[in-house]
Antibody
Framework: EVQLLESGGGLVQPGGSLRLSCAAS????????MNWVRQPPGKGLEWVSG????????YYADSVKGRFTISRDNSKNTLYLQMNSLRADDTAVYSC?????????????WGQGTLVSVSS | SYELTQALSVSVALGQTASITCGGN??????VHWYQQKPGQAPVVIIY???NRPSGIPERFSGSNSGNTATLTISSAQAGDEADYYC?????????FGGGTKLTVL
């Protein structure tokens, strides 16, 4: 059974930093592109970032480019998101999502998410 | 950047058919995925690549995609189908989501 478990969220002041983690199990982690998707309270889904299975390709939404860094440790089956220079509009539930296979695949598994609140 | 447009809300009578649309420039040339999200839960893919259902998703859910509009159709709507529905495509290695449609079953 595929499981994705996020951690690391919390309350942080504007300009601060947080590192999110996503522990994966139930599949060959290194074979799949992994992503972070966020959802502000009461709002829709927003893709944040993605990383290829080997880690050699990373992709970011314009809204976080230069502030967030995605990475992975395939030996630990763990995905990370380093978030710096946080702003109030970064407040959201952050979920990791596994990408399926083939061309332009769906997100076939999602974690429950971890809440990041940016406020003074 | 690519944009997807969804109606904020759609209502359907119990047992009737609901259509939720997702508009985008020549979206028919892209693979569209649909997700269902119930309150407090993670999204679940219900249609992938325009019209395919993952195992466990009822046949009542179907999808189509042509021109500038992709459509999610829910037949014989049930109370348990009340949820937010999101369409999603890939555009130059970035994922794009529609704004989401809240389905209300009356």
């Amino acid at each position: 059974e595929v499981q994705l478990l996020e951690s690391g969220g919390g309350l942080v002041q504007p300009g601060g930093s947080l590192r999110l983690s996503c522990a994966a199990s139930g599949f060959t982690f290194s074979s799949y592109t992994m992503n972070w998707v966020r959802q502000p309270p009461g709002k829709g889904l927003e893709w944040v970032s993605g990383i290829t299975g080997s880690g050699d390709g990373t992709y970011y939404a314009d809204s976080v480019k230069g502030r967030f860094t995605i990475s992975r440790d395939n030996s630990k089956n763990t995905l990370y998101l380093q978030m710096n220079s946080l702003r109030a509009d970064d407040t959201a539930v952050y979920s990791c999502a596994k990408r399926g296979t083939g061309g332009d695949p769906e997100f076939d598994y999602w974690g429950q998410g971890t809440l990041v609140s940016v406020s003074s | 950047s690519y944009e997807l447009t969804q109606a904020l809300s759609v209502s359907v009578a119990l047992g009737q058919t609901a259509s939720i649309t997702c508009g985008g420039n020549i979206i028919g040339s892209k693979n569209v995925h649909w997700y269902q999200q119930k309150p407090g839960q993670a999204p679940v893919v219900i249609i992938y690549r325009d019209r395919n259902r993952p195992s466990g998703i009822p046949e009542r859910f179907s999808g189509s995609n042509s021109g500038n509009t992709a459509t999610l159709t829910i037949s014989s709507a049930q109370a348990g189908d009340e949820a937010d529905y999101y369409c999603q495509v890939w555009d130059s290695s970035t994922a794009v989501f529609g704004g989401g449609t809240k389905l209300t079953v009356l």
